[in-house]
């Protein structure tokens, strides 16, 4: 625990393994790849709501510089790009109000890293401050039962098992993380607060 719970992260490497007929090692990198196409991709989506095609692909190619750093370092796991997707497509959805799509990204998400239930923190501001509460209602109770369902099926099949899910003081502990987080970030950590007032409620939001 908790990898046992993020089982399709680990099963769609295996599985591309047993289609292609490649080594495990060879799969693996065939599901980064794949992964990373489709964030981008992701990411270009959500990027042009608010940015000409220069910026937006700007923007995406940043992201793709930056993904260098996270795929070498060591404590990455098959779980974290489909995530980060997920989380994407979740924030798309909130961002063209397409509720029903939210139905899916966060459970679906789920079965890959537990981390896709942070959608529901950004969606619990966009409830607070948009005027379409009852539209969104019926979704956002549905969205959390179907979560319900995923995060306890996920433990009544593989046992439930107790870990530390709160990792800051290790973290802090550990001055290889800022620098990480440095290197990856740099001046995007200031930007957005310097935007701040002038940027789209949205982006406020997140």
């Given at each position: 625990a908790p990898y046992q719970y993020r089982y399709f992260a680990y099963l769609l490497p295996v599985f591309i393994k047993w289609l292609s007929g490649y080594s495990l090692q060879t799969a693996e990198a065939i599901n980064r790849v794949i992964w990373l196409w489709a964030s981008a991709l992701a990411l270009h989506l959500y990027l042009t709501r608010w940015f000409e095609r220069k910026e937006t692909i700007i923007g995406t190619?940043?992201?793709?510089?930056?993904?260098?750093?996270?795929?070498?370092?060591?404590?990455f796991a098959p779980s974290d790009l489909p995530t980060f997707f997920?989380?994407?497509?979740?924030?798309?959805?909130?961002?063209?109000?397409?509720?029903?799509?939210?139905?899916?990204?966060?459970?679906?998400?789920?079965?890959?890293?537990?981390?896709?239930?942070?959608?529901?923190?950004?969606?619990?501001?966009?409830?607070?401050?948009?005027?379409?509460?009852?539209?969104?209602?019926?979704?956002?109770?549905?969205?959390?039962?179907?979560?319900?369902?995923?995060?306890?099926?996920?433990?009544?099949?593989f046992g439930f098992?107790?870990?530390?899910?709160?990792?800051?003081?290790?973290?802090l502990s550990d001055k290889r993380v800022a620098l990480r987080l440095i290197l990856l970030f740099n001046v995007f950590w200031i930007a957005p607060w310097l935007a701040f007032k002038s940027a789209p409620r949205f982006m406020k939001y997140t």
């Open positions: 190619l940043a992201f793709l510089s930056a993904g260098s750093l996270f795929v070498v370092q060591t404590s997920f989380l994407l497509l979740g924030l798309i959805a909130l961002q063209r109000r397409a509720y029903g799509w939210l139905l899916l990204t966060a459970p679906t998400g789920m079965l890959f890293r537990e981390t896709s239930l942070f959608i529901f923190l950004v969606w619990a501001i966009f409830f607070i401050y948009e005027p379409d509460k009852r539209k969104q209602l019926p979704y956002l109770i549905g969205a959390i039962l179907l979560a319900a369902i995923v995060f306890i099926s996920l433990r009544v099949y098992k107790a870990y530390d899910p709160y990792t800051l003081p290790k973290n």
